[in-house]
């Protein structure tokens, strides 16, 4: 006898009984399991920008980045270079983009920077457009540029957070105050001299030493230490105005 809602073994079919070259099956299908989680679902090519953006990126199921991408251009770039024009910068406005920026951006750009990581966004052919999202965007939302990349692909993923990983919490409460702000400020303060130190005894040198990368990536990344200087130092001559 079965209980309501048990599927007898005798009718649940085995991956032998599937044809050869017949499509793959869910594995759902062979255990007798009723899966409700969410799946992706390639979206329609009707809008021309939709088009567009399948001319450019590898998974259609990507097209939401390069609206974010946009938008994100749109609205916090200009909102920025805003706030540095001379005696343009207010406290108030400060605050509102510091709120737009938390509220509506961050988290859906950490999003997108993790999955254009694990995943390259566009096609071959413009593959220099990759750089768009970690180095020109990233410095608006806290990134540094390719930071993201080489703690969590070069470091995270292989220690898995094992106590090898700089980023573990097995050691720390989750509810505790002073754990909290232990990870914090070590996080803060030491990761970039950590990851450094374990890239090189790992031996992960291409991610750790510029030299090892072409001339061209190698004078993007000059270019962004310069322009990150430039905006520090202009940072600094508005705090010493106002």
């Known amino acids: 006898m079965h209980s309501a809602g048990e599927v007898p073994l005798a009718t649940i079919p085995s991956p032998r009984d599937v044809p050869v070259g ?5 594995l759902s299908t062979f255990f007798g399991l009723t899966l409700t989680d969410p799946t992706s679902v390639i979206p329609q090519n009707g ?12 998974d259609p199921r990507d097209r939401p980045f390069i609206a974010l991408s946009l938008q994100a251009s749109i ?4 909102f920025a ?3 540095f ?3 343009a910068f207010n406290w108030w406005l400060g605050g509102v983009y510091l709120m737009l920026n938390f509220g509506f951006f961050v988290d ?8 254009t990581c694990h995943r390259p966004l566009f096609r071959r052919r413009y593959k220099f457009l990759n750089f768009y999202i970690p180095n020109f965007l990233g410095p608006f939302f806290g990134e540094t540029p390719n930071t993201y990349l080489c703690h969590h692909l070069g470091m995270h993923h292989p220690e898995n957070n ?12 989750r509810d505790n105050v002073l754990h909290f702000c232990v990870y914090f400020a070590r996080f803060f303060f030491s990761s970039l001299v950590e990851l450094s130190l374990y890239l090189w005894r790992k031996k992960r040198k291409k991610l750790l030493n510029p030299a090892d990368t072409p001339l061209p990536e190698r004078a993007r990344r000059i270019f962004q230490c310069g322009t990150n200087l ?3 130092s202009r940072a600094s001559t508005l705090r010493l105005r106002s």
């Open 47 to 58: 809008s021309l920008f939709a088009r567009l953006c399948n001319g450019l990126i590898l």
């Open 75 to 78: 609205v916090i770039v200009p």
């Open 230 to 232: 430039v905006c520090l």
């Open 108 to 115: 859906r750009y950490v999003l997108m920077l993790h999955n």
């Open 22 to 26: 017949a499509a793959p099956q869910p």
């Open 162 to 173: 094992l106590p090898g990983d700089l980023s573990s919490t097995m050691r720390f409460d």
């Open 85 to 87: 024009w001379p005696g």
């Open 81 to 83: 270079a805003f706030l």
